[in-house]
Each structure stands twice: as C-alpha cells, then as structure tokens.
C-alpha cells in the first residue's frame, strides 16, 4: 500500500521556539494532504488542508500564523508550529489519499517546555 | 445529530468473545464508511471500506444501515492483539477528500 512518512516521530522544544514537522508521500503523488492533531484520549481534528502550489485551508479556530504549512512539491507538505507554547503539545499527524483511503504518517510527538 | 458518533467504550472482553461497536453518522449523502485501528500513540490504520450494506473481512464485519444511519463493526473471536480503538471515519459533508473522525472505541480483550 501507499507509504506516507512524517519526520520526527517526536521533539521536545522551549517555549517560544519553532518547529517544523515534514510529511512525504514516498510512493504517489499527493495534491492535497492533511494535518490533524490529536490531543490524549481524544479523536483526531483536521486542523488544515495542504494543497500543492497554493494556500492551506484552516479550520475554524485554526491560526494560520501560528501553524505555518507549507506544499511545495507533490510530495512533501510541512507543518511549522511558529512560537510553540505548552498547550501546543500534541500528538500531530499528516495524512494523503490514495484514492479512497487515506494513509497517515508515523505522527509526531511534539512537548513544549 | 454529530457528524460522527461512537461509543467510547472502554469494552473490556475475554479472548475469544465478539464484540460489536456502533457509530452513527449525521450526512446522508454519505457513500463511503471506513473503519480505523488506532493503536497507542501510533497513527491510525485501515481496517475496513464500507461501500454497500456491509463487508466482511476474516474475523471482522461491517454493516451498513443507511435508513438509520449507522454503521456497525462486529469482531468475532476475539484475540489479544484486537486491543486497540477502533475509529468510525465517514466523509465530511460537502468535501470530496476531507475526512471525520469519531471519537473511538477502545478495546481491550483480556486473557
């Protein structure tokens, strides 16, 4: 099946620095890609969809300053958590579809200090 | 009614039991219904496409009932590496490729 691998897998960071989380499709070529986060205990929650060659759509309640994404090519999308605080602390994870079924990266464990 | 609605469970079940969990859905528009393993702090998997009245796969069953608007996943003998939660996914309402999650389920099958 479709591969879709998200670098780090976690990372601890100061308050007030930035972070960037990567996410590839390594064997297709994806449009469009997702992030979530998923806070413990809780379900995923679409924070933003990456569209290659243009602007990330947020959702609401999403700031788009603060959780800066990035499509570049069709295979890789990037999520920068800009001035990261404590309660950004999250388990985040990127997803592509291949047709019907959507593939998620490893996640990543980010832990604000 | 929420876009998607499950049971949280937890369900804690002895090796060998079935278990059936159900999810209800808000948009009947909906075709296509999915079932994810989520296990601990890994990301989801997919378990199971739901395209017509329901799909069996081994162990597993997912049926559809769209005049209620549920989908439901039955695993039968149950088996200790089933523990995981089990995430009911459906389309969201007006996207071709955004998806919902529910909340999961989780299971846990006991020796």
């Known amino acids: 099946g479709a591969v879709v691998s998200q670098h780090p897998s976690w990372v601890i960071c100061k308050s007030g620095t930035s972070v960037k989380i990567e996410c590839r499709s390594l064997d297709f070529q994806a449009t469009t890609m997702f992030w979530y986060r998923q806070f413990p205990k809780q379900s995923l929650m679409l924070m933003a969809t990456s569209n290659e060659g243009s602007k990330a759509t947020y959702e609401q309640g999403v700031e788009k300053d603060k959780f800066l994404i990035n499509h570049a090519s069709l295979t890789l999308s990037t999520l920068t958590v800009t001035s990261a605080h404590p309660e950004d602390s999250s388990f985040y994870i990127c997803?592509?579809?291949?047709?019907?079924?959507?593939?998620f990266g490893q996640g990543t464990r980010l832990t604000v200090v | 009614r929420k876009e998607v609605e499950q049971d949280p469970g937890p369900f804690n079940v002895p090796e060998g039991a079935t278990v059936a969990f159900n999810c209800t859905y808000s948009?009947?528009?909906?075709?296509?219904f999915f079932w994810y393993r989520q296990d601990c702090r890994k990301e989801p998997k997919l378990l199971m496409s739901?395209?017509?009245s329901g799909n069996e796969d081994g162990r597993f069953t997912a049926q559809l009932n769209r005049a209620s608007q549920y989908i439901s996943l039955l695993i039968r003998d149950s088996k200790l590496s089933d523990s995981a939660t089990y995430l009911c996914?459906?389309?969201?309402?007006?996207?071709?490729?955004?998806?919902?999650f529910g909340s999961g389920t989780q299971l846990t099958v006991l020796p």
């Open positions: 996914v459906v389309p969201r309402p007006g996207s071709a490729r955004q998806l919902t």
């Open positions: 739901v395209y017509s």
């Open positions: 997803s592509a579809r291949q047709g019907v079924e959507a593939f």
């Open positions: 948009n009947s528009a909906s075709q296509s």
